[in-house]
């Protein structure tokens, strides 16, 4: 482990994420401001400090210079715990090992420094402009937590389309309008500005409005994660990871394997991968308490659910887990033409 005095991420890191972004409003900050701040994720930092120590210094520079970003923190988070995993089974692991004019994520060696297999990771975010939907919603709920009327409200939708999220001018005169509302006589229940209604909740027991926890208006919005959960993107992923690196892993005699992951706002995990692989007939949804749009149309014939095989030229995939400590899970592909090391499974 690094000393506190070298640490990337220790106290010092800490105080100056606070310094730099713990004055700006939550929606203006990086969406992993908590795991860089809080006590509560000091492991987590603790844990990159250790992983970025094992890398070449240029490569761990530049990954400590880039994690915090929103499009880059879990695709790191991801790759750093793809190699730790392939490290806790024994193999050494060598990062953008250059093979020609390619560089796979990680090349693994055995004991006598000889190469045993190729490693790509693939990290499955969320669509993009998702987090920019969602931090505009948050500037909004944000905003209405200065009206001190303690009611919960969430935004009626069409559920056949999601709710578009309101630039800053919008949910500016939104707070206006809603401040002046909440504050009259008239005790409605709906209210309407720039185009978007907000229904006021009520508890259904005793049809009074709901009253939420502090002094200010909590509005509950769309959630921008709304929708099904499905490992079909990613087999896409791992599909186009193989086809770029097929030749190169021929070429070497080197079995080819995908280390997968899923961001944690996406609700993917190994079991979605595993139906797929499968062929069960299940549908996972993910939504919250503000979603009306939930997902368009989907089709599933039970008799004859999507199923997925792994191209030949795939030894298996490892899924990483999104949650501390980020553990995995080996998925061998049974026809692989180069088979995994044993010590995978």
Do not use: C
Request: proline share 10%; net charge negative.
């Amino acid at each position: 482990m690094t000393t506190e005095q070298f640490r990337r991420f220790g106290p010092r890191f800490v105080a100056e994420q606070r310094d730099r972004y713990g004055k700006r409003p939550p929606e203006n900050r990086m969406l992993s401001y908590d795991q860089a701040v809080l006590d509560e994720y000091e492991p987590w930092r603790i844990w990159l400090d250790q992983q970025l120590d094992l890398l070449p210094e240029p490569a761990a520079d530049t990954f400590a210079a880039n994690l915090w970003r929103d499009q880059n923190f879990w695709p790191d988070v991801i790759e750093l715990a793809a190699g730790a995993a392939l490290r806790s089974r024994g193999f050494g692991v060598e990062f953008e090992r250059r093979w020609g004019n390619l560089t796979p994520d990680w090349t693994v060696v055995g004991e006598n420094g000889a190469p045993v297999a190729l490693v790509e990771v693939l990290t499955h975010s969320p669509q993009q402009g998702a987090f920019a939907k969602m931090k505009a919603w948050h500037a909004l709920v944000e905003r209405l937590k200065q009206i001190p009327i303690p009611v919960v409200l969430t935004v009626a939708g069409d559920v056949a389309r999601p709710v578009g999220a309101p630039d800053a001018r919008t949910a500016k005169k939104i707070a206006q309008d809603l401040r002046r509302a909440l504050l009259s006589p008239l005790n409605l229940t709906v209210f309407r500005s720039e185009g978007y209604t907000f229904l006021l909740q009520v508890d259904p027991r005793t049809g009074l409005a709901l009253k939420a926890s502090g002094i200010g208006t909590v509005l509950v919005p769309p959630s921008g994660m709304a929708g099904v959960v499905s490992a079909l993107p990613v087999t896409a992923g791992i599909e186009r990871k193989v086809a770029k690196y097929r030749a190169l892993a021929r070429e070497a005699g080197l079995p080819l394997i995908v280390a997968a992951g899923a961001h944690t706002f996406s609700g993917l995990q190994v079991e979605e991968l595993d139906d797929l692989l499968a062929g069960v007939p299940t549908l996972s949804v993910q939504f919250d308490f503000g979603d009306s749009f939930i997902h368009q149309p989907v089709e599933i014939d039970p008799r004859n659910p999507p199923r997925w095989t792994m191209p030949p030229d795939l030894a298996g995939v490892l899924w990483v887990n999104n949650d501390f400590p980020f553990s995995t899970a080996w998925r061998p592909n049974p026809a692989a033409a180069v088979p995994a090391p044993p010590a995978l499974d």
